[in-house]
């Protein structure tokens, strides 16, 4: 399983925007659907989106359709979350993963919003 470092968080207002990235490391990055999940306080991780390893194909969570842009750059190794028109029940940590997801996670990062 590669290792997986995720970046990009902060505190944003209400409306705001913010750009997650998780950067792979090992592994073959290009063979697998990458996919972002988050866990809200008291709360336990949920899928948010995912895209497919050569089609970019997309899929999303319904509560963030419309909203995030998830994306990859396979030379890159990376896969980044957009997110656009934030709300405060957007507010969480959020982790990239392999879909299915591996056992082992990274440390993620914290997304608070503020309204």
């Known amino acids: 399983q590669a290792q997986l470092v995720e970046s990009g968080g902060g505190l944003v207002q209400s409306g705001g925007s913010l750009r997650l990235s998780c950067a792979a490391s090992?592994?073959?990055?290009?063979?697998?659907?990458m996919a972002w999940f988050r866990q809200a306080p008291g709360k336990e991780r949920e899928f948010v989106a995912s895209?497919?390893?050569?089609?970019?194909?997309?899929r999303y969570a319904d509560s963030v359709k419309g909203r995030f842009t998830i994306s990859r750059d396979n030379a890159k190794k990376t896969v980044n979350l957009q997110m656009n028109s934030l709300k405060p029940e957007d507010t969480a940590v959020y982790y990239c993963n392999n879909y299915p997801p591996e056992p082992n996670w990274g440390k993620g990062t914290l997304v608070t919003v503020s309204s």
């Open positions: 895209v497919s390893p050569s089609t970019r194909l997309t």
């Open positions: 090992g592994g073959t990055f290009s063979l697998y659907v």
